[in-house]
């Protein structure tokens, strides 16, 4: 079973809730988190909690450790508010034991406005912040094997 979460929810508690038949055939997870500080992920995973996520990031990388988990990865997806956050992202994989920190340009789902959807583009060769963007991925943390730069790698060059 892999579960795709915000991980919110999954804490301790809930964990246990689960029939331990089943918890043993969850084998991965892909969280989806957006952000590398308190205040871009208030704005981009409204709602959320900081903490609670950190919390839980710590107890499912426990999960990865010592199983039942093989594959845990964390998504940010890349937007004007948390590009340059990406290096902090890969640290904050690499704090919990995360085995993949994916990232992938942020696509047009119908949530945003023409405006706001161009506003927040910053992987468009026209957006103004575009090449700051491209300075960004030159990182060398981003370079470690554990980083997926999906739909974003042609930006390397």
Same mark, same amino acid.
Request: proline content about 4%; charged content about 25%.
């Given at each position: 079973?892999?579960?795709?979460?915000?991980?919110?929810?999954?804490?301790?508690?809930?964990?246990? &809730?689960?029939? @331990?038949?089943?918890?043993?055939?969850?084998?991965?997870?892909?969280?989806?988190?957006? @952000?590398?500080?308190?205040?871009?992920?208030?704005?981009?995973?409204?709602?959320?909690?900081?903490?609670?996520?950190?919390?839980?990031?710590?107890?499912?990388?426990?999960?990865?450790?010592?199983?039942?988990?093989?594959?845990?990865?964390?998504?940010?997806?890349?937007? &004007?508010?948390?590009?340059?956050?990406?290096?902090?992202?890969?640290?904050?994989?690499?704090?919990?034991?995360?085995?993949?920190?994916y990232f992938s340009r942020l696509a047009d789902w119908g949530t945003f406005d023409e405006a706001e959807l161009t506003r927040?583009?910053?992987?468009q060769a026209n957006h103004p912040l575009h090449g700051e963007l491209r300075r960004v991925l030159q990182d060398p943390r981003?370079?470690?094997?554990?980083?997926?730069?999906?739909?974003?790698?042609?930006?390397?060059?």
């Amino acid at each position: 079973i892999h579960i795709h979460t915000n991980a919110q929810l999954w804490t301790p508690g809930i964990w246990t &809730q689960i029939d @331990a038949g089943v918890r043993a055939y969850i084998k991965s997870a892909e969280i989806s988190i957006d @952000a590398a500080s308190p205040e871009t992920y208030a704005l981009n995973r409204r709602g959320g909690k900081w903490d609670r996520l950190l919390r839980n990031l710590a107890f499912i990388g426990g999960l990865r450790r010592e199983g039942p988990l093989e594959f845990v990865k964390i998504h940010m997806v890349v937007q &004007q508010n948390n590009f340059r956050e990406m290096p902090a992202f890969f640290e904050l994989g690499k704090q919990f034991g995360i085995d993949v920190v994916y990232f992938s340009r942020l696509a047009d789902w119908g949530t945003f406005d023409e405006a706001e959807l161009t506003r927040r583009s910053v992987h468009q060769a026209n957006h103004p912040l575009h090449g700051e963007l491209r300075r960004v991925l030159q990182d060398p943390r981003l370079r470690d094997p554990s980083v997926d730069l999906g739909n974003l790698t042609e930006f390397l060059s």
